[in-house]
């Protein structure tokens, strides 16, 4: 998995870090923004109307992930459209919300989760499930070979790794 430096690991678990917190625990993003938070990151992409009514505020503790990853996520990174489905509403079946960040290094897109499962069967074996602990830490390593992470770990550049990792998100 090019994890065969001291410097390539830490480079690879400070990444690791940053995406997921200090506990390296299996998660999934997390899209529970409020309002300006939302439209902050995705001007272009969610509306102010779209964003009152999805986003968390003081009447909703809780915002409408489904939604918000569907309209973030929408045809790009080989995803469908917000209702990708078909089905008349943005939920949890939708692309952009069943390809939201995964793996210790929060990968997302459909066409990337593909191209990393390609690596995951490559090196490990077989396919991973980015929801499993070894699934999780698999699914972030067949990302940063692929990429060539490696390659910018190599000049101690921190900021060149985090480029390749966060590009398209």
């Known amino acids: 998995f090019g994890l065969d430096t001291g410097l390539r690991l830490a480079q690879f ?17 997390s899209l529970n923004y409020k309002e300006e938070a939302v439209l902050k990151m995705w001007p272009n992409r969610i509306s102010v109307d779209q964003a009152k ?18 309209l973030a996520y929408a045809n790009r990174l080989g995803n469908g459209a917000a209702d990708s489905d078909n089905d008349g509403d943005m939920d949890a079946n939708d692309d952009g919300y069943k390809y939201r960040g995964a793996g210790c290094l929060q990968i997302t897109g459909k066409s990337n989760f593909a191209e990393v499962q390609k690596r995951c069967i490559k090196y490990a074996g ?19 070979i692929w990429r ?18 966060n590009k398209h998100t």
């Open 13 to 29: 678990l400070a990444q690791a870090r940053e995406e997921t917190g200090p506990e390296f625990k299996v998660i999934r993003e």
């Open 53 to 70: 009514k999805y986003v968390r505020n003081k009447d909703t503790p809780k915002a409408n992930q489904e939604a918000i990853a569907n």
């Open 126 to 144: 077989k396919e991973m499930d980015p929801n499993t602990l070894e699934g999780f830490i698999v699914f972030g390593m067949s990302f940063w």
């Open 148 to 165: 060539d992470c490696y390659k910018a770990a190599d000049t101690g550049d921190a900021d060149k790794v985090t480029a390749i990792i």
